[in-house]
């Protein structure tokens, strides 16, 4: 049976598809624009618009979770699929927020945790959760690679301060520990949090980004009062801004122990930023 890929065209999935199939399994993948003429593609999505679905062995999702869970809560699958699926950890960081949104998005996130582990209790379903942290690698965040973007444009790369502690973690990584929990019987039953293979400030993070944008950028010094008057006037950024003094890491020691998942460092480079399309394109 196939593996079922619900987000296939998502930056985890363009690293995911070409691993299974180096892993040996077949998939189909699932997406609102699949690529014409590929019989391997469904168009469809979570959790009102799914296609019948032949018998799979495993679902591996990348999408929103709670979209995910409220489908299967509704949906009689054949046999006991694998569920494998991103959460994320703004499941906790988020959950003392000041800003009313984010600490609604952790409540959703952990609720969505809980209602899909006890669907899968409840019909004997195997499933894996991964927590990851800050997302990056195929130019589709929505956290670095817009401010990359935006400084490319204009040639200016601003630079704010920030003291905490960050773990960007590559999609690539966290498809390879899609494909790991697929063969680990370990996995089964767990939630595993997940960083990048470094940390360092959020500082030395959009440093590192700025020399590897591929074009020449003046440094803008955001200073801290700056931030500060931004969080004021701008209360839609106040938990952000405040957050890059704050540490948003993972402890990846069941994922080294029990997957065997070593994240890569934060070493980006110019294709790093670039869209799917030409990463596709150029690979």
């Not at 985890?12 to 391997?40: K, V």
């Not at 004021?232 to 950024?237: G, T, V």
Request: a positive charge.
């Amino acid at each position: 049976m196939s593996v079922l890929v619900i987000g296939a065209s998502s930056q985890i999935g363009r690293f995911l598809l070409p691993r299974l199939e180096a892993a040996g399994h077949t998939w189909l993948g699932l997406s609102r624009t699949p690529p014409p003429d590929d019989a391997r593609w469904l168009s469809g999505r979570v959790p009102d618009m799914m296609p019948p679905l032949p018998p799979v062995k495993a679902i591996l999702s990348t999408g929103p979770l709670d979209l995910l869970a409220q489908w299967l809560s509704h949906t009689r699958l054949e046999g006991t699929p694998h569920i494998i699926a991103t959460s994320s950890m703004s499941a906790e960081s988020k959950r003392d927020s000041d800003v009313p949104y984010e600490r609604e998005l952790a409540a959703r996130l952990r609720n969505a945790e809980t209602a899909l582990s006890a669907t899968c209790a409840s019909r004997g379903m195997p499933w894996t959760l991964f927590r990851p942290t800050l997302v990056y690698g195929a130019g589709m965040d929505r956290s670095i690679t817009p401010i990359v973007h935006a400084a490319i444009r204009r040639h200016i790369f601003p630079l704010p301060a920030g003291r905490g502690l960050r773990q960007p973690v590559h999609a690539d990584d966290i498809a390879a520990a899609f494909v790991a929990a697929l063969a680990m019987p370990q996995a089964r039953g767990k939630t595993f949090d997940m960083g990048g293979g470094e940390r360092l400030t959020a500082a030395a993070m959009f440093r590192r980004a700025r020399r590897s944008a591929g074009v020449l950028t003046i440094p803008a010094p955001v200073p801290r009062f700056v931030l500060e008057l931004a969080s004021a006037l701008r209360p839609q950024l106040r938990g952000a801004l405040r957050r890059l003094d704050e540490d948003l890491t993972a402890d990846n020691t069941a994922l080294e122990a029990l997957l065997g998942i070593q994240a890569r460092p934060f070493r980006p480079e110019p294709a790093t930023w670039r869209p799917l399309g030409d990463v596709n394109a150029s690979s």
